[in-house]
C-alpha cells in the first residue's frame, strides 16, 4: 500500500525558528561544534560529562533531549579556479582530490511536549494514524518558558568551553529550491547542498531511502548494554606500556564507525516523581510474584536498588534510546556494515540488536520535530549520568578560517585541514608569541615538515632566513629562486655588507652592522678595543659612503673600501693628528689584507650578486662546510645576525622568519647564545618569528640557552616521533612543560599509521592549551622538492639538468617517471 507522504508528514510547518508538530510539541534545533576527535584528556571528558548532565537536568518535564549525529562518506574538493597558486601548491590539490573522509553535522533538538499528551508505543505511531489532530492549542508564555529553559540549556554547555551550539533558523529547517532543509534532509538521507528530490520510503522489505538501503541498530533494552559505561574508554591502537590514550564512550558508534551512518540519541524527561511511583509499584508486583521465578527475585532486587540511587543520590530518572542507522546504495554491502556496527558495538561491551519489525516506527521518529512520536517500548529506564555515557562527544578535524598557515592532514583520513600555528593562537589568547621550538630525532621526518611548513610561509608572504647544517632546504630554494649561501672550492661563499639595496639606507643600524664586521675581523674575541678605534671606523664608514655619493662609478665592496682607507683615509687620520696609539691604521690594513683583492680571502666580502639580501624572501645560509673554520664562520654569524636584525627593523607589516636547523650547535661557539636570546625574547614584537630545530633529547639539556631562553619563549612546541625515547620521556616531558594529555598525544604519534599511504605524524602544541596530532601528507612533487636522501636528490639533479637546470621541470618529468613505473 501506497501512502503520500504529505499526508503522513507529522510536522505541521516551521515558525519562529520552532518545529510544530501536528500533536503540537514544539522543538528548538542547535547546531553543536564538537571537540575534534583525539583532542581531550581524561579530565577534560569527566568534566564534558558533567556539563551535559548539568544541561539536561534544567530541561522541564515532558521534554525530550534527541541528539543526531550525522557522519557522511564525503570527498576532499580543491579549488582549481585560483589563478595564483603555485606549482606545488596545485600538485598537492591534485593529490589530494576526491580523498575520502567521513563529514560530521551534530543536531541537539529540545522538545516540549503538551501536558496529556499520550505515550506511544509501536502499535500507536503517528505513521500509523490516518489523520493528526493536536491536542491543545499552544499559547505564547507557554513557548517563552520553554526558549528560557533552552537558552539556560545552551549557556550552561557553551560555559563548558567544548561545545558550540548554533540556533537553526527556519530558512536552514526548511527547503529552498537549491538547499535541503534539516526535514528535508532526512527523508532524502542527502546533505544540503542537494537540490529538493522526492525520494521513495519503502518498508516492505527492510528500510530503503530511495536508492539508499538502510540498516537500523538499537540500543533499546538494558540486557543488551555493557555492564559498565563512563565518560571515556582506553584506544589501544594509539595507547603504550606507559599512556592509556583516551576516546568518548560512545566514539566507536561516531567518528571511529568509518561507513554513512545517523546516531540518534534520545533522553526522555518525564515527572520524576511519577516516574518512581510507577517503579514502586512496579517493585511491589515484582515482590509479590518473587516466590515463584528466580527472574522476578532480581527484578525486585534491581528495582529496589534502582529506587534506592533515585532517592538517594538525587538522580535523574530518564528514559532512554541509542540507535545507527547505516545506509548503502549497493545491496551486497549491508553485511560488511552489519559486522562494522557489531565491531563497534563490541568495543563498546554492547550487543548490537537489528531492528526489523520496529524499524518503521524508529525511523519515523527520527524526523526533527517528531521526537514526541518515539515508541516507548523501545526505551529504557536509566539515570541520566548513565545515559548522557553514550552521547557522541567528538567530531572530525576543522580547517582554521585564518588565511595564515600549513596544510597538514587529518589523523584518521588524511583529509587536507589548513592548520594556523602562529596567528590565530594569538588573536585567541593562547600563545603569547609565534616562536616554535621543533624536535625529532633522525629519520623522524623533522626536516620533511619544517621544509613543508617553510614553504607554506615563504608562499604567504614570509620573508625566511634559514641557517642549516646539512643541505636540507637547497632544493626548497631553488624551487623558489633563493638566495643559497654555501661554501665550496670551486664555488667559495661570498657576501657583500657594503652594498645598500633597494629599500635599504645607511643608517645607524647598518653602520654599527659594518662597523661589528670589521672589528670581529681585526681583533681577536679576547682583545679590547679602544673608544678611539671605534670612533676611527666610524669616521672611515662614513668618509667612505661620501665618497661613493661623489663617484658613482665605485663599487661598494671590500676592496674598494679597503682602497678609500690606504690612499684617502690615512690622509685624514695625519690631518686630524691622530696617534697610532688611539688607532695604528697600518696594523688595521695588514690585519684585513687578507680580504682585499689577491689576498686568502679576497672572495669574502666583495660578491657582486645575491646582493639586495633585504628584499630578497628565502635566504639559506648553509654552514656545514665552515662550521669549524675560524676566519670564516664568524664572519658569516655576523652577517646572519645583520641581515634578519635588518628585516625586523625595516620590514614592517611583513611576516619574517628565522629558522635555524642543527646549525645553532655550531653558533653557540661564536657568542650567538646571546643573539638568539635577544631574538627568542623580542621578534614578537616585530612581526616575527624564531624557529629552532633540534633532534637530541641531549641537546636541550646541555645547553642553557635551549633549555631556558629557547624553550621559555617558544609557545609552539612541534615533536616527531619520540618512540625510541617512550621509556625516559618523562624527563622531556619536565623540560619541555608537557602534560600528561599532550605526553599520550607524542606516544601515539606514528603508532598505527596508514599501511596504504606514505606519511610521518606531527604533534603540535599551543601554550599547552590546544594540542594535536596531524599528518604531513604530500604530494610526489612536495616530496622531490623535500627530499633530504642523497640518492633522490642526485637523480633530481641529472632531471633539472635536461631542462636546463630548471628544477620545476625536473621535479615535473621525475614525478611523471615515478608514477609511470
Known amino acids: 500500500m501506497e501512502n503520500v507522504l504529505e499526508e503522513l508528514l507529522p510536522i505541521m510547518d516551521v515558525q519562529h525558528d520552532c518545529i510544530l508538530s501536528r500533536q503540537g510539541d514544539i522543538t528548538i534545533v542547535f547546531k553543536a561544534d564538537l571537540p575534534e576527535i583525539f583532542t581531550l584528556s581524561d579530565q577534560e571528558y569527566e568534566a564534558f560529562h558533567q556539563a551535559w548532565i548539568k544541561a539536561i537536568k534544567v530541561l522541564p518535564k515532558n521534554s525530550i533531549f534527541y541528539k543526531q549525529d550525522w557522519f557522511r562518506e564525503s570527498r576532499h574538493r580543491p579549488d582549481f579556479t585560483k589563478d595564483d597558486t603555485s606549482f606545488l601548491s596545485r600538485s598537492s590539490e591534485r593529490f589530494f582530490n576526491e580523498r575520502p573522509y567521513l563529514d560530521h553535522n551534530c543536531y541537539i533538538m529540545l522538545t516540549k511536549k503538551p501536558a496529556g499528551r499520550k505515550m506511544v508505543t509501536s502499535l500507536f505511531s503517528s505513521l500509523l494514524r490516518r489523520t493528526i489532530v493536536p491536542e491543545q492549542t499552544l499559547n505564547a508564555q507557554l513557548l517563552q518558558d520553554f526558549l528560557d529553559t533552552c537558552g539556560q540549556f545552551r549557556r550552561i554547555m557553551e560555559d563548558s568551553g567544548f561545545v558550540k551550539l548554533t540556533r537553526m533558523h527556519e530558512d536552514e529547517l526548511r527547503s529552498e529550491r537549491r538547499k535541503l532543509g534539516l526535514i528535508e534532509q532526512y527523508f532524502t538521507l542527502a546533505d544540503n547542498n542537494g537540490a529538493l528530490l522526492t525520494k521513495d520510503i519503502v518498508f516492505d522489505e527492510g528500510l530503503k531511502v530511495g536508492d539508499q538501503y538502510c540498516q537500523l541498530y538499537t540500543l ?9 559505561c563512563g565518560s ?19 566514539c566507536t558508534l561516531g567518528q571511529l564507525l568509518p ?4 546516531y540518534s540519541q534520545y533522553l526522555f524527561i518525564d515527572d520524576a516523581q511519577k516516574t518512581i511511583q510507577k517503579l514502586e509499584s512496579k517493585r511491589l508486583r515484582l515482590q509479590s510474584l518473587s516466590a515463584y521465578s528466580r527472574e522476578n527475585l532480581i527484578a525486585r532486587d534491581a528495582t529496589n536498588d534502582f529506587l534506592n540511587e533515585a532517592i538517594s543520590q538525587q538522580r535523574l530518572p530518564v528514559k532512554a534510546h541509542f540507535n545507527v542507522m547505516v545506509w548503502t546504495e549497493v545491496k551486497e554491502q549491508l553485511k560488511e556494515l552489519k559486522n562494522m556496527v557489531s565491531s563497534a558495538l563490541a568495543q563498546m561491551d554492547a550487543v548490537a540488536k537489528q531492528e526489523t519489525v520496529g524499524s518503521p516506527q524508529i525511523f519515523w521518529a527520527g524526523i526533527p520535530g517528531n521526537a514526541a512520536d518515539f515508541p516507548m517500548n523501545d526505551t529504557f529506564d536509566t539515570f541520566v549520568e548513565q545515559a548522557s555515557c553514550f552521547l557522541n562527544l567528538e567530531s572530525g578535524y576543522r580547517s582554521s578560517l585564518s588565511p595564515m598557515g600549513i596544510r597538514l592532514g587529518d589523523r584518521l583520513t588524511g583529509k587536507p585541514v589548513h592548520v594556523d600555528i602562529s596567528d590565530e593562537p594569538m588573536r585567541m589568547g ?4 609565534r616562536n616554535k621550538f621543533i ?18 610561509y615563504y608562499e604567504q608572504g614570509t620573508h625566511i632566513v634559514l641557517v642549516d647544517v646539512g643541505h636540507s632546504y637547497k632544493g626548497l630554494c631553488d624551487m623558489v629562486h633563493g638566495y643559497y649561501f654555501t661554501y665550496s672550492e670551486a664555488n667559495p661563499i661570498r657576501f657583500n655588507p657594503f652594498f645598500i639595496g633597494e629599500g635599504d639606507s645607511l643608517d645607524t643600524e647598518k653602520k654599527e652592522s659594518i662597523k661589528t664586521l670589521l672589528l670581529a675581523l681585526w681583533k681577536k674575541d679576547d682583545e679590547e678595543f679602544k673608544r678611539s678605534e671605534y670612533v676611527a671606523l666610524s669616521n672611515s664608514i662614513s668618509g667612505y659612503y661620501a665618497l661613493l655619493e661623489k663617484r658613482p662609478e665605485l663599487f661598494p665592496c ?7 682607507l690606504k690612499e684617502d683615509y690615512v690622509n685624514v687620520l695625519l690631518d686630524d693628528k691622530v ?18 683583492k689577491g689576498g686568502e680571502f679576497d672572495y669574502l666580502l666583495n660578491a657582486t650578486e645575491n646582493l639586495n639580501l ?24 655576523i652577517i646572519i645576525m645583520e641581515v634578519f636584525i635588518n628585516k625586523m627593523r625595516k620590514m614592517k607589516g611583513i611576516r619574517k622568519m628565522i629558522l635555524i636547523e642543527e646549525a645553532w650547535k655550531a653558533l653557540m661557539k661564536e657568542g650567538f647564545a646571546e643573539y638568539i636570546k635577544y631574538l627568542f625574547k623580542t621578534v614578537r614584537k616585530f612581526f616575527g618569528e624564531a624557529i629552532v630545530v633540534t633532534q637530541e633529547v641531549e641537546d636541550i639539556i646541555s645547553s642553557p640557552v635551549v633549555k631556558q631562553a629557547i624553550i621559555n619563549n617558544s609557545d609552539c612546541k612541534i615533536l616527531l616521533d619520540q618512540s625510541k625515547y617512550q621509556n625516559k620521556f618523562d624527563q622531556i616531558q619536565e623540560l619541555l612543560g608537557l602534560t600528561e594529555k599532550e605526553k599520550a598525544l607524542v606516544l601515539s604519534v606514528n603508532k598505527a599509521n596508514d599501511p596504504t599511504k606514505q606519511y610521518k605524524e606531527v604533534f603540535i602544541s599551543l601554550g599547552g592549551m590546544l594540542s594535536k596530532v596531524y599528518r604531513t601528507e604530500v604530494s610526489l612533487e612536495e616530496y622531490l622538492a623535500y627530499t633530504t636522501e642523497q640518492t633522490e636528490k642526485v637523480k633530481l639533479m641529472e632531471y633539472a639538468e635536461k631542462f636546463g637546470g630548471d628544477i620545476r621541470k625536473g621535479i615535473a618529468a621525475m614525478a611523471d617517471d615515478l608514477r609511470n613505473k
Open 579 to 596: 696617534k697610532e696609539k688611539d688607532f695604528d691604521v697600518d696594523n688595521f690594513l695588514y690585519v684585513l689584507r687578507p680580504y682585499y
Open 558 to 564: 671590500f676592496d674598494t673600501f679597503y682602497e678609500f
Open 430 to 433: 593562547i600563545c603569547t608569541n
Open 439 to 456: 624536535l625529532g630525532p633522525s629519520g623522524s621526518g623533522k626536516s620533511f615538515f619544517t621544509n613543508h611548513m617553510v614553504r607554506s
Open 232 to 250: 571515556r574508554i582506553n584506544y589501544d591502537r594509539y595507547s603504550t606500556d606507559r599512556t592509556k590514550f583516551s576516546v568518548g564512550f560512545a
Open 614 to 637: 633585504l628584499k630578497e624572501r628565502f635566504i639559506v645560509f648553509e654552514l656545514d662546510n665552515i662550521k669549524d673554520h675560524p676566519i670564516l664562520f664568524p664572519v658569516v654569524t
Open 259 to 262: 561507513c554513512n551512518h545517523i
Open 220 to 228: 533499546g533494552d538494558a540486557a543488551d548494554l555493557p555492564a559498565l
